[in-house]
């Protein structure tokens, strides 16, 4: 029964979110859970580094948290953000929201991962299968190897 | 650090091209966040100002914001988490 | 990476269905996981009694999951309805879901359990905190008790 | 149960009604559900033939579905799971 933001090396415990989310009076537990694919617009791939602001970003992921908690009718929230290496399949984001209904706890657990993926300063480099890397904020974009 | 230094904070790509993700400034005189992102990093950032989003001690600021002594200062790029 | 419809009697465990619908290929999991509520239309409540018509409730929880997948760019579904007697806070209910993207993924896992509340044949029995039991399907409805 | 027998499977208030999860019905003659359910249900499930779903065999049927020796007809009230 308590909202979590964290930004974290540490691999992501969802049972451990369903824990802090967890209340008597919510009977909707909404869960996003982001993993790393295999490929990206149809090139293979082998993971993908997360570089952050970690400070910045934990009390960004707090902020989009509190606005949910104002914009739908949610009891708690526990957003979390792992950076670092991560190989393809880890989970790298976790959205969890609990609400006395489903309608709330979906609206909010997608409004939550859509502002976590493009408002919070954490930036992804693809490891490209072919040996090459990539940021995917970088401005020469797709086929560009820095 | 002297009394006039300022940390600046690079990530991602711009990290790549600073060869850094932290470095320390002197500046000899005061001067904006633009000021300074024209005499001091746009050659090594190669985008120009409006790329990038700025934070002072931790709070988004504009370009327009003072820099003064001790401020940590990141220049971020558009961000691509999730 | 297997799809898996279940109506069990033991609890559910989400880690399980996870692993289920891990893919290499999917970047998106939507899961929604119900849960009994410590009070209902403002009554207080101890758990729920869940009754069902098994083996046709398993059938139409496969039918659901085969329709969102027609319907819905998503990749593999899991959906677990438990029934008996449930404490509140217990788990009823999961849908869980793996998809490319995120959007396919939430809009299935909402189709999915807007289903299953409405189509798969399970009743439940509200347990009142005053001791007395109630079917929410009852006829006469609130306040009845047989 | 003899050649006649149907099984007839009760669920939720209507097996509160019924005083049973499931009773076997010897049907003398042939009848669709609806002309069993006015015959044998009707009195002990006091809700009208529109408040039911039936099933025979596991799968849907209408009220209109002639009964057949061996059938296990599943008398369902609305649903209310989740």
Same mark, same amino acid.
């Given at each position: 029964?308590?909202?979590?933001?964290?930004?974290?090396?540490?691999?992501?415990?969802?049972?451990?979110?369903?824990?802090?989310?967890?209340?008597?009076?919510?009977?909707?537990?909404?869960?996003?859970?982001?993993?790393?694919?295999?490929?990206?617009?149809?090139?293979?791939?082998?993971?993908?580094?997360?570089?952050?602001?970690?400070?910045?970003?934990?009390?960004?992921?707090?902020?989009?948290?509190?606005?949910?908690?104002?914009?739908?009718?949610?009891?708690?929230?526990?957003?979390?953000?792992?950076?670092?290496?991560?190989?393809?399949?880890?989970?790298?984001?976790?959205?969890?929201?609990?609400?006395?209904?489903?309608?709330?706890?979906?609206?909010?657990?997608?409004?939550?991962?859509?502002?976590?993926?493009?408002?919070?300063?954490?930036?992804?480099?693809?490891?490209?299968?072919?040996?090459?890397?990539?940021?995917?904020?970088?401005?020469?974009?797709?086929?560009?190897?820095? | 650090?002297?009394?006039?230094?300022?940390?600046?904070?690079?990530?991602?790509?711009?990290?790549?091209?600073?060869?850094?993700?932290?470095?320390?400034?002197? %500046?000899? /005189? +005061? @001067?904006?966040?633009?000021? &300074?992102?024209?005499?001091?990093?746009?050659?090594? %950032?190669? /985008? +120009? @100002?409006?790329?990038?989003? &700025?934070?002072?001690?931790?709070?988004?600021?504009?370009?327009?914001?003072? @820099?003064?002594?001790?401020?940590?200062?990141?220049?971020?790029?558009?961000?691509?988490?999730?």
């Amino acid at each position: 029964m308590v909202d979590y933001y964290l930004i974290t090396e540490d691999s992501i415990d969802i049972t451990e979110a369903l824990t802090m989310i967890d209340d008597p009076a919510t009977g909707a537990q909404a869960i996003f859970l982001g993993t790393v694919r295999d490929e990206y617009e149809g090139r293979k791939s082998l993971g993908l580094y997360y570089d952050a602001y970690p400070t910045m970003a934990q009390t960004h992921l707090k902020k989009i948290g509190e606005a949910m908690k104002q914009e739908f009718a949610i009891s708690h929230v526990v957003i979390i953000h792992r950076i670092g290496e991560l190989p393809v399949g880890a989970a790298s984001v976790l959205v969890a929201v609990s609400a006395a209904h489903r309608e709330a706890a979906f609206a909010a657990a997608k409004a939550g991962i859509d502002r976590v993926k493009s408002e919070v300063p954490i930036w992804k480099k693809e490891h490209w299968a072919d040996g090459s890397s990539e940021w995917h904020d970088h401005p020469d974009h797709s086929g560009n190897v820095e | 650090m002297t009394n006039n230094g300022i940390t600046v904070l690079f990530f991602s790509f711009a990290a790549d091209r600073m060869n850094a993700r932290e470095k320390i400034y002197e %500046l000899p /005189e +005061p @001067l904006s966040i633009q000021e &300074f992102f024209q005499q001091y990093l746009s050659t090594g %950032l190669r /985008e +120009p @100002l409006e790329s990038w989003l &700025f934070s002072v001690n931790e709070e988004w600021v504009d370009p327009q914001y003072n @820099l003064r002594p001790g401020d940590a200062l990141a220049v971020v790029p558009p961000v691509s988490g999730g």
